[in-house]
C-alpha cells in the first residue's frame, strides 16, 4: 500500500486555500487542508474538502472528440489538433488573424495562461486573448 | 487585493461592500470573524442580507446598483465632520478639491433617496470606516457587474484614500477574486491590451521586447475583449473562437444571443475537463488534465503565487492544458517544447515580467509561495501595495456622479434581478455539480422571492416561477425568502437548466472595462406551476 499527501492549490475561488492531495495506490481518495499554509491555516470550504470528487468524476472528458455531421466521433490526439489546426489555418488565410478569438482560462495554471497568450500573440498573430474575470 | 488576507486581522474597521463573503470566500470571511474578535468594527453593505450581515456591527441593504451614491454620500459625511485624513491627503493624493465639489451634493438625506438606506445609517457608517481605523474595504463582484463598474471601484479608492487607508497595515481596497487563478490569468497577459505584468500592447518597446524573445512580428493593434468578441462574431468579424476551461455558453449574459453568436462561428474549439454546454456545441473538444494532475502555479487574490503538484496522472487521453497548447502551436509551425515542464514555460515568463514576478521560482515558492511584486531573487515578496506612496505617483481621487443602472423596473418589467453565487456551487455548475456531496446540498436551480411578493402573486415555496426580461424567460422554483428585499428577486447561476443569463442583458456593460451588468435586469414574474 502507497499512501501519499501531495501538496497543491485549491482551484475553487479566488482565496487559493493550501490543499493535500491524499493519493492511495495512484488514486486520489481526498483533500485535506494544508495545517501550515499561510492562506487557510488548516481550514476548508465545503467545496474545498469537496475537491477530489470532479477530478474523478466519470464524466470526465478522456478522448478528444471532432464532431463530424453533428455528431462527436473520439479520436486521437494528432486527428484533433490536426483538424483544429487545418481549420483555424483555413480560417486565417481567409479572413487574417484578427478573426480569431481566444479565451484562456482563469482556472489554468499561470504557466499555461502565458502559453495560451504566446500561442494567441506569436503564432496566432492577434492580440484578441481574454477570459471570464468579468464573469 | 492592496492588503493580505493575514493583514485583514490587524484591521480596526472592515467594510464588506458587495460580497456575500461567507458563501463565496469562506475562509476569507474566517478572517473577518477573527477581527471582530479582535474588536474590530464591522460595516456590511449589500442589497440582499447575507449571513456576515447577522454579525456586522451596522448591516445596510441599499438598493441594487446605487453603490456610487451610497458611498459619496458616506464620504459627504466624512468631510462634513472633519473625520477626513488631511496630511495623508496632502501629501500622498491628488484631485481632492474636484472630488469634494462634486460629494457636496450628496447629503445622508439625498442618499437616502437615492439608496433607501436611512440617513442615519450613512452617517454612521461614515463615522465608523473614518474614527475605527484603519479600515479595509473588502468587495466582489457586487461592486464590478454593473454598467458603472469602474465608477463603483474608483468610489471605493476614493474612499479609502480619503482616510488615508492606502498603503497602511490593516487597511486597503481588497478586490476578491472569484475564480482560483483570475489574478494569475490577468497577469500573465491573458487579456487583448496587455503582454505579462500589464506590459501595454500599445507599448512599441514592450513589442519589441517579447518580439525578440518570441521570434515573431507581434501586432501592436490591443484585441477585443469578450464582450466584443460576441459582437465581432454576430457581424462575421470573428469566424474561429478557441475557448480553454471556460462555459461562455452559462456564464456570458443574454443566452440566446450569444447562442446566435456562436452559431455563426467556422470554428469553435473547446478545451474542458467535461463536455459542458459550450463543449457540447463545439467542432472539436480537446480533453485536458485536471488540478490534481499536473504542475503549475496559481495566483489567488492577495497576489500570493503558489506551486500546484501533480499528484495522479492524467484520466484516459487527457493532456495538461500546457501540453496541448505546446501541440496545436506545433502543428501551426511554431514549435513549442519545454522538456523542463511548467517549471521551464515560469522561468521564461518571469524573465520577460521585471516588476512582479522577476525574482520568483519554483525553489523559491515552497509551500507558501511568494507574493508579487517580486522584482529580484531576493526580495521577500510584497504583503502591502504603496506603502511607499502610490505606484502612479499621487493616489488620484476621482469625482464621480451616481448614475442609475442601465435598466430600472418600470410597469412593463417591475421587478429588480441580481444573480450571484451560493455557497455549495461553483460558477457554472461544471465542477461542483458533479459532485456527489455538493450536489447533495442543492440539487436544483430557485429563485428568491420575498414572502410579501410571493403572497401577492400567491406563490408558495417551491411552485415554479416564470421569469421575463427584454431578452427572454426562464422557469425556476420559488424559494420565499426575506433575504431580498420586496420587489427584488435573486437567481444563482449554477444552474442550466434555470439558466440565470436568459434573463441579463448583453448591451449593458461597463464602457471601460466592458463587464456585463449581471446585478442589475429589470424583469417580470407570474406563477407558472404550484409545485
Same mark, same amino acid.
Given at each position: 500500500m502507497d499512501l501519499k499527501f501531495v501538496p497543491s492549490i485549491c482551484?475553487?475561488?479566488?482565496?487559493g486555500c493550501g490543499v493535500l492531495f491524499e493519493v492511495l495506490d495512484g488514486e486520489l481518495v481526498g483533500t485535506l487542508p494544508m495545517?501550515?499554509?499561510?492562506?487557510?491555516h488548516g481550514k476548508l470550504c465545503i467545496k474545498g474538502w469537496n475537491l477530489h470528487e470532479h477530478v474523478n468524476?466519470?464524466?470526465?472528458?478522456?478522448h478528444p472528440l471532432v464532431k463530424t455531421f453533428g455528431r462527436f466521433t473520439k479520436v486521437d490526439w494528432d486527428k484533433a489538433i490536426g483538424v483544429a489546426t487545418d481549420r483555424l489555418k483555413a480560417v486565417i488565410a481567409a479572413?487574417?488573424?484578427?478573426s480569431v478569438g481566444i479565451l484562456v482560462s482563469a482556472k489554468m495554471t499561470n504557466e499555461e495562461n502565458y502559453l495560451a497568450q504566446k500561442f494567441a500573440r506569436a503564432?496566432?498573430?492577434?492580440?484578441n486573448v481574454d477570459h471570464c474575470a468579468r464573469l | 487585493m492592496t492588503n493580505s488576507f493575514d493583514d485583514l486581522?490587524?484591521?480596526g474597521c472592515i467594510f464588506a461592500i458587495g460580497t456575500n463573503t461567507t458563501a463565496c470566500h469562506p475562509l476569507i470571511a474566517t478572517r473577518i470573524y477573527r477581527a471582530k474578535e479582535r474588536g474590530a468594527r464591522v460595516i456590511v453593505a449589500d442589497p440582499r442580507h447575507t449571513q456576515l450581515g447577522d454579525m456586522a456591527d451596522l448591516c445596510v441593504h441599499h438598493r441594487l446598483g446605487s453603490d456610487v451614491a451610497l458611498l459619496n454620500g458616506m464620504m459627504h459625511w466624512i468631510i462634513e465632520n472633519g473625520w477626513h485624513d488631511k496630511d495623508y491627503i496632502a501629501a500622498r493624493t491628488e484631485g481632492f478639491e474636484e472630488m469634494a465639489a462634486v460629494l457636496a451634493e450628496y447629503t445622508p438625506r439625498r442618499v437616502e433617496e437615492i439608496t433607501g438606506v436611512p440617513a442615519a445609517d450613512i452617517e454612521k457608517m461614515a463615522e465608523l470606516y473614518a474614527t475605527c481605523g484603519p479600515a479595509a474595504l473588502l468587495y466582489a463582484m457586487g461592486i464590478t457587474q454593473h454598467t458603472t463598474g469602474v465608477d463603483n471601484v474608483k468610489s471605493c479608492c476614493n474612499i479609502a484614500l480619503l482616510c488615508g487607508n492606502v498603503g497602511v497595515a490593516g487597511g486597503g481596497v481588497n478586490p476578491l477574486r472569484g475564480q482560483n487563478n483570475v489574478q494569475g490569468a490577468c497577469d500573465m497577459?491573458?487579456?487583448?491590451?496587455?503582454?505579462?505584468?500589464?506590459?501595454?500592447?500599445? /507599448?512599441p518597446a514592450v513589442v519589441e521586447k517579447f518580439s525578440k524573445a518570441w521570434g515573431r512580428p507581434l501586432s501592436s493593434k490591443p484585441g477585443m475583449t469578450i464582450t466584443d468578441m460576441i459582437a465581432a462574431m454576430l457581424d462575421g468579424r470573428i469566424k474561429a473562437l478557441y475557448v480553454i476551461g471556460?462555459?461562455? $455558453?452559462?456564464? /456570458?449574459?443574454d443566452w440566446n444571443h450569444l447562442q446566435h453568436a456562436l452559431n455563426r462561428l467556422d470554428l469553435l474549439v473547446v478545451q474542458e475537463l467535461f463536455l459542458s454546454e459550450t463543449a457540447q456545441i463545439a467542432d472539436v473538444v480537446l480533453p485536458a488534465a485536471s488540478v490534481a494532475e499536473k504542475d503549475g502555479t496559481f495566483t489567488n487574490s492577495e497576489r500570493r503565487c503558489s506551486r500546484i503538484h501533480k499528484a495522479i496522472e492524467p484520466v484516459g487521453n487527457a493532456l495538461a492544458d500546457w501540453e496541448i497548447v505546446c501541440r496545436l502551436s506545433t502543428a501551426m509551425g511554431y514549435p513549442m517544447d519545454y522538456p523542463g515542464g511548467p517549471e521551464q514555460i515560469f522561468d521564461e515568463m518571469a524573465a520577460l515580467t521585471?516588476?512582479?514576478?522577476?525574482?520568483?521560482?519554483y525553489a523559491r515558492m515552497g509551500l507558501d509561495g511568494l507574493q508579487w511584486?517580486?522584482?529580484?531573487?531576493?526580495h521577500p515578496g @510584497?504583503?502591502?501595495?504603496? @506603502?511607499?506612496?502610490c505606484t502612479r505617483g499621487p493616489g488620484k481621487f476621482h469625482a464621480i456622479a451616481y448614475q442609475d443602472p442601465a435598466e430600472m423596473p418600470d410597469e412593463e418589467f417591475p421587478y429588480f434581478l441580481t444573480t450571484g453565487r451560493m455557497f455549495a456551487h461553483f460558477h457554472?455548475?461544471?465542477?461542483?455539480?458533479?459532485s456527489r456531496h455538493l450536489d447533495a446540498e442543492q440539487r436544483t436551480g430557485y429563485v428568491t422571492i420575498h414572502p410579501d411578493d410571493a403572497q401577492r402573486l400567491e406563490i408558495a415555496e417551491g411552485d415554479l416561477v416564470a421569469i421575463t426580461s427584454r431578452r427572454g424567460q426562464m422557469e425556476a422554483p420559488a424559494r420565499i425568502s426575506a /433575504?431580498?428585499?420586496?420587489g427584488n428577486l435573486f437567481l444563482p447561476i449554477h444552474f442550466g437548466e434555470n439558466p440565470?443569463?436568459?434573463? @441579463?442583458?448583453? /448591451?449593458?456593460?461597463?464602457?471601460?472595462? $466592458?463587464?456585463?451588468?449581471? $446585478?442589475v435586469s429589470a424583469v417580470r414574474i407570474a406563477k407558472a406551476r404550484a409545485a
Open positions: 482551484s475553487y475561488c479566488g482565496t495545517k501550515t499554509h499561510p492562506v487557510n468524476s466519470p464524466l470526465r472528458l478522456k479572413h487574417g488573424p484578427d503564432v496566432i498573430g492577434t492580440n | 486581522e490587524s484591521a497577459g491573458g487579456l487583448p491590451n496587455v503582454f505579462t505584468g500589464y506590459q501595454p500592447v500599445s /507599448d471556460e462555459n461562455p $455558453k452559462l456564464s /456570458d449574459p521585471p516588476k512582479s514576478y522577476a525574482g520568483m521560482s511584486p517580486c522584482p529580484s531573487a531576493d @510584497t504583503p502591502i501595495l504603496h @506603502t511607499r506612496g457554472t455548475g461544471t465542477m461542483t455539480r458533479i /433575504d431580498v428585499p420586496p440565470a443569463n436568459m434573463l @441579463t442583458s448583453a /448591451d449593458a456593460f461597463d464602457p471601460l472595462a $466592458k463587464i456585463p451588468e449581471f $446585478k
